[in-house]
């Protein structure tokens, strides 16, 4: 599975950023289970932003819901993150995942695998 942020940068407290990640195959049941975002702060533990799955239902962390939207659009096989009233807390690498129950090599992973993109920097800053 091939995974490409784009989209990040540096934005004012209260401004909005969208990313987005390219990705090699729809957002199907038979591809994903989820596929969504996470996010690194310097020193920090990697963390759940928000993931969607092919039904689209939705889930987001506390501190970004009602701020931020996941969404996919398997016409353009991407992957959105819309991100607004952003906060110096949302300071953070972006990283796009999706989780499918086949591997590497096709083999099985009943608790799901974990395929990520190389990570987009969102600094939140005056």
């Known amino acids: 599975v091939y995974l490409a942020e784009s989209g990040g940068g540096m934005v004012q407290p209260g401004g909005s950023l969208r990313l987005s990640c390219a990705i090699d195959?729809?957002?199907?049941?038979?591809?994903?289970?989820?596929v969504g975002w996470y996010r690194q702060a310097p020193g920090k533990e990697r963390e759940l932003v928000a993931v969607?799955?092919?039904?689209?239902?939705?889930h987001y962390a506390a501190s970004v819901r009602g701020r931020f939207t996941v969404s996919f659009d398997n016409g353009r096989h991407m992957i959105y993150l819309q991100m607004n009233t952003l906060k110096y807390d949302d300071t953070a690498v972006y990283y796009c995942?999706?989780?499918?129950?086949?591997?590497?090599?096709?083999?099985?992973?009943?608790?799901?695998?974990?395929?990520w993109g190389h990570g987009t920097q969102v600094t939140v800053s005056s």
């Open positions: 995942n999706a989780n499918s129950g086949v591997g590497p090599g096709g083999f099985e992973y009943p608790h799901g695998y974990d395929y």
């Open positions: 195959r729809p957002v199907t049941n038979n591809n994903f289970n989820k």
């Open positions: 969607i799955t092919p039904s689209e239902t939705t």
